[in-house]
T-cell receptor, first 114, second 114 residues
Framework: DAKTTQPPSMDCAEGRAANLPCNHSTISGNEYVYWYRQIHSQGPQYIIHGLKNNETNEMASLIITEDRKSSTLILPHATLRDTAVYYCIVRPPYSGAGSYQLTFGKGTKLSVIP | DGGITQSPKYLFRKEGQNVTLSCEQNLNHDAMYWYRQDPGQGLRLIYYSQIVNDFQKGDIAEGYSVSREKKESFPLTVTSAQKNPTAFYLC?????????????FGPGTRLTVT
């Protein structure tokens, strides 16, 4: 799986957009970018995933650069409840054999400030 | 309400005792996973199972055992052979089949061994 690099921490003012970057310069053509977040002392929560095109759901937007070497997760109007560690993970689609575990690094600790 | 339950949320044990952590899902997912998380670190895979009565070791299986007698249940036993058992344990599940599969996580069990 391609390796990802994320800043260890970021701050964001409440109500503003939070833009969380992820570098995955060694990503392969069939690998997806996933984002999860983990609120303190809880299990991780799936946010969004994408391959090439930008994606949006009720939680966030995912912007993937044209060369796919980096991506940005956008929380459009951050609230205090968005304070969490955000993980960017790159993984190929399941091939039908072997494990499909996700490799979580240390992520980015986002602090939303009132 | 569909989801994954883990119990208990906090568990305390004396060194040398085996302890079993419960994980149940009602999502009808084929695959289940156990991860371990240490403070300030990402998640590491302990065991995973893709079908009843079958399971595979993950990256850090030593000192742990699992069973998968029912599709809904995947208990983890932390044995006395595990050298550093104090950690946050997370259970997850997902569908299988070729393609992209998000993982759903339980709330976790925080185990403290003294």
């Amino acid at each position: 799986d391609a390796k990802t690099t994320q800043p260890p921490s970021m701050d964001c003012a409440e109500g503003r957009a939070a833009n969380l970057p992820c570098n995955h310069s060694t990503i392969s053509g069939n690998e997806y970018v996933y984002w999860y977040r983990q609120i303190h002392s809880q299990g991780p929560q799936y946010i969004i995933h994408g391959l090439k095109n930008n994606e949006t759901n009720e939680m966030a937007s995912l912007i993937i650069t044209e060369d796919r070497k980096s991506s940005t997760l956008i929380l459009p109007h951050a609230t205090l409840r968005d304070t969490a560690v955000y993980y960017c993970i790159v993984r190929p689609p399941y091939s039908g054999a072997g494990s499909y575990q996700l490799t979580f690094g240390k992520g980015t600790k986002l602090s939303v400030i009132p | 309400d569909g989801g994954i339950t883990q119990s208990p949320k906090y568990l305390f044990r004396k060194e040398g005792q085996n302890v079993t952590l419960s994980c149940e899902q009602n999502l009808n997912h084929d695959a289940m996973y156990w991860y371990r998380q240490d403070p300030g670190q990402g998640l590491r895979l302990i065991y995973y199972s893709q079908i009843v009565n079958d399971f595979q070791k993950g990256d850090i299986a030593e000192g742990y055992s699992v069973s998968r007698e029912k599709k809904e249940s995947f208990p983890l036993t932390v044995t006395s052979a595990q050298k550093n058992p104090t950690a946050f344990y997370l259970c997850a599940s997902s569908t299988l089949g070729q393609g992209v599969h998000e993982q759903y996580f339980g709330p976790g069990t925080r185990l403290t061994v003294t």
